[in-house]
């Protein structure tokens, strides 16, 4: 739910003006006027554009102005806007750079000849310049900078000012090279992404050393016998040169063994049925999906997978370590699975209570809420929520209770102490009713609602469930879990060890 207390100002034209769009038919239309009418309302989109960075530009400065802290508004904006704080500081950034030192960009955008993403990248290519080399970029461009292709907006942006301020060349790459980073990011079918942003001779350096090393793996003794050349043929590596490349860096940077388990906790929910579709009839159900919280959803026939590795792994480690003098120099990687049994209300949609033996309550309540909320409650942040939030604080009599939690992100869990900022517990999710929902009031007057996602990820639908009658003590006896040599109190492990953390949804 959004709202604002009042509709003023230029917001009653705009919103009139949204609401003819509606109106906007293609039927009966001449493919030229079709594509007429599309290139008008990409103007408009410049125009748009143009409007709300004067719009964020006064908002920001009249608060700088005034010597205050900028990030409420700034946080504000990213909710009108719906999207994340940090694009939205990248909006504010443009709308200043426009307004303040881009007079011709702006009037190009104004009249929807420039669209919001060239007028970025004219404001990108150009930070490193005073304001008034940035300026006389800006005039020598208008000409051309309608007609340009990205690409080509930005080298010629470049090239600009360089000729103009050749530093600022060297100090663009003194600050490319400062900003050097690894970061990950979730791909698609339980993937994911791992990217280094280094110097060029050193990435490059990187890959050709590995294109070489791969090269050699094809490589057999031409001095073998045929009979032996041939055997040694057949063993040979068959994996496609991407995927060796891709396995070889992973096993570098992780400092494993060939078929050694990685050393990281991944957390896996899934329900019993998909844990065990032998115990429902031996047929996986419809939904044979188990999800990564943060992450996103993968099949269930690669989550059991990952737990029969860990659990064969677990099983020949300590096999090996008792088979004998030539066993004994096998290591116990002390590859572990843990299940943990969750409970949901009767839908199954949302997590009500999590089944824990740990000493410490912060550790089991810790646990719950980065399982409820695995990224930030606040709408449209998607950073990780690795702030335990008391909705209601505690210096006004909160509770540290699931029902009083919520996951921010470190920003947003600043902001909300700042004046004006309102955050209220609208449903527990514990009652079965509904699920556990947060209002957000802003300095200016506008709510926002956020609701808690179902425990099994976002685009999940709710199954005929059946009730889980054997889940008694006898079949609990038979699950293939590993010894338990602390008598059912389960401890935190030490972070050296290994293990998959399966969450099951009860």
């Not at 150009?126 to 900078?145: I, Y």
């Not at 001779?201 to 050349?229: C, F, M, N, Y």
């Not at 099949?299 to 059991?304: F, V």
């Amino acid at each position: 739910m959004e709202g604002t207390p009042s509709l003023a100002g230029p917001e009653v034209q705009v919103c009139s003006f949204l609401s003819s769009l509606s109106g906007v038919d293609p039927e009966g239309l001449t493919e030229p006027e079709r594509i007429a009418a599309v290139s008008a309302l990409e103007a408009l989109k410049g125009a748009a554009a143009a409007a709300q960075a004067r719009l964020t530009a006064a908002a920001v400065v009249d608060r700088e102005t005034l010597g205050e802290d900028s990030r409420s508004v700034r946080a504000d904006i990213a909710l009108a806007r719906k999207c994340s704080p940090t694009l939205a500081d990248q909006h504010v950034g443009v709308a200043k750079a426009l307004v303040k030192e881009m007079p011709e960009t702006m009037a190009a955008l104004t009249s929807g000849e420039l669209s919001e993403r060239r007028a970025g990248i004219l404001v990108r290519e150009t930070a490193c310049l005073s304001a008034e080399h940035r300026a006389e970029v800006d005039k020598q461009l208008a000409p051309t900078m309608t007609s340009l292709g990205d690409k080509a907006l930005a080298g010629a942006a470049r090239r600009a000012g360089a000729a103009l301020d050749a530093e600022s060349l060297a100090e663009r790459n003194r600050r490319a090279v400062a900003s050097r980073r690894m970061s990950v990011r979730p791909a698609v079918d339980g993937m994911a992404w791992l990217s280094i942003l280094g110097p060029m001779k050193d990435v490059i350096g990187a890959h050709v050393a590995l294109t070489a090393e791969e090269k050699r793996r094809h490589i057999i003794d031409p001095t073998l016998s045929p009979q032996a050349w041939a055997a040694a043929a057949a063993e040979a590596d068959s994996r496609g040169k991407g995927a060796w490349l891709a396995d070889r860096a992973l096993e570098l940077l992780s400092g494993r063994a060939k078929d050694q388990p990685q050393p990281v906790e991944v957390n896996l929910v899934m329900t019993d049925k998909v844990l065990l579709p032998a115990a429902f009839g031996g047929q996986a159900p419809a939904d044979d999906v188990a999800v990564i919280p943060g992450w996103g959803p993968i099949s269930g026939e690669a989550a059991r997978a990952h737990i029969a590795d860990l659990l064969n792994h677990r099983t020949a480690a300590k096999d090996a370590s008792t088979g004998g003098d030539d066993a004994g120099a096998a290591r116990d990687d002390g590859a572990f699975v843990w299940l943990r049994r969750l409970f949901t209300d009767p839908s199954g949609r949302d997590l009500v209570a999590l089944d824990s033996t740990r000493r410490r309550f912060h550790g089991g309540l810790r646990k719950f809420l980065q399982l409820r909320d695995p990224t930030c409650r606040v709408p449209w942040c998607d950073a990780p929520a690795i702030e335990a939030d008391h909705v209601h604080p505690v210096h006004d009599g909160g509770t540290t209770t699931g029902a009083n939690a919520g996951g921010l992100c470190k920003r947003h869990n600043q902001i909300k102490e700042e004046v004006g900022w309102y955050f209220t517990v609208r449903s527990t999710g514990l009652d079965g009713t509904r699920p556990h929902g947060i209002r957000i009031q802003t300095p200016t007057g506008r709510v926002h609602d956020s609701t808690a996602p179902p425990i099994l990820g976002e685009g999940w639908s709710s199954p005929e469930r059946i009730p889980d009658e054997w889940m008694d003590d006898v079949h609990l006896q038979d699950l293939p879990l590993p010894e338990d040599p602390w008598g059912g109190w389960i401890p935190d492990p030490p972070d050296d060890w290994f293990y998959l953390h399966a969450e099951l949804v009860a």
